[in-house]
């Protein structure tokens, strides 16, 4: 478009520069070039504004989301440990040393007044009680106590003090020896825990883990921590830790020159104690021998180790109904 401020005196390049000055358009190649340039750094520059703004939001979003997740897996630890006595906690350390102690010397046999009823020993098993069963060599150390809580399980000596058999034959013994082999004492014995669901359990319950829980970094880390407390026995670890009794038997080595069975059973005595976990009173401390010779093979074959534990429990409900040998 044609300007008044260009006259036909002007040379043609000045016409050209004060039209495009007026006009606002450049017949220069290289000033439309810088003007793209200019658009290309601004688009540019927003480009990376928006990616920094959108970063932080996210950041933001993400660590939300970690707080809330952090927030929840710590309310519902701190509801479990809440549901526990100090002493509750601590019930793995403090009956360790009584363990221990049971596995030195034998003190020698011993039955409270309180257990010579009929019956007596059977009721306070069916109230809260915690169980293990291990090696006399196992159990001499801590660490052996907690190595054997661990691998310990409700047994046929356990079921078969819970829920004594008739009589101490092969035929009848045979019948709760199967019950335990095939996982059944669990059900049959609800009151009973074993140690080592404790052992496993309380520590998800302490202050150690749940520092593990703050300290988290990521959404991962949290999920593996739930997936831990989730997959953990708590229900199992906070029964008991609430045990009033403490239940316990160990195996001494073997002896003599008999024979060992398919499932390691052989000749040995074995050892069981009963304990108040709130005092460490002792109300029963017995010793006796078993044989797995006794039994027909057939039996011995696949429930030795059963059928031993098992009479003994039925000789040690025994002794319990003879009081004036003891004490």
Known sequence: MPTFLVTSRMS?????????????????????GRRLVALARFVGLGVVAFAVVSLVAARRRAGSELEIARAALLAD???????????????????????????????????????????????RLAEPTVYVRGAQPTLTTPRGVVEAARASAKDALLLCLVEPPSASTEKVMLGRVRVAYTGGAE????????????????????????????EAESPRALRDLRRDLERAPLASAKAAAQARWLLFAIDEPGHGAGPTEID???AHAIRLSLLEVSTGRVLLRLRREVDPSG?????????????????FALDVLEATHKPSQYN
């Open 77 to 123: 630890v701190r509801a479990h440990a809440a549901s526990l006595t100090p002493a509750e906690h601590e019930l793995p350390t403090r009956i360790s040393p009584w363990i221990v102690a049971g596995a030195g010397a034998y003190a020698g046999d011993l039955v409270d007044p309180e257990l010579r009823a009929p019956g007596a020993l059977e009721a």
């Open 187 to 214: 059900a049959r014995t609800p009151r009973v825990r074993r140690l080592g669901d404790a052992h496993v359990g309380l520590p998800f319950l302490a202050p150690a883990w749940e520092r593990r829980v703050l």
């Open 12 to 32: 043609p390049a000045l016409a050209a520069r004060v039209e495009a000055s007026v006009t606002g358009r450049s017949s220069s190649p290289r000033a439309a």
């Open 264 to 266: 390691g059973e052989r």
């Open 295 to 311: 039994f027909t093979e057939a039996a011995r074959v696949q429930f030795a180790s059963g059928l031993d534990s098992c009479r």
